[in-house]
């Protein structure tokens, strides 16, 4: 006897828990402290403030786009960081 296969996976998005500008934060500064990791004190404290806030930048145009469901923290860490980086150049 053969036995049809019902699938459970629901149709549509996926279902994931909005994450908070709060709950985001510890995993941007680490991805930024770890990329700056080589800077000396004065100046990393500095550049990765400046990450930090040029990745909420990018959650800010994210939330007003209505893309919030995008937003990830690494992604948003490295963004963050490659913009810092840039404007240094």
Avoid: Q
Avoid at 32 to 58: D, K
């Amino acid at each position: 006897m053969v036995c049809p296969v019902v699938s459970t996976v629901r149709e549509g998005r996926s279902i994931r828990k909005r994450t908070t500008r709060e709950e985001m934060l510890p995993a941007i500064r680490r991805a930024a402290e770890n990329e700056f990791a080589a800077v000396p004190p004065e100046r990393r404290a500095v550049l990765v403030r400046r990450a930090v806030s040029e990745a909420l930048l990018v959650l800010a145009k994210l939330d007003a786009a209505g893309a919030r469901e995008l937003a990830y923290p690494l992604p948003l860490a490295r963004t963050g960081i490659a913009r810092t980086r840039r404007s240094l150049a």
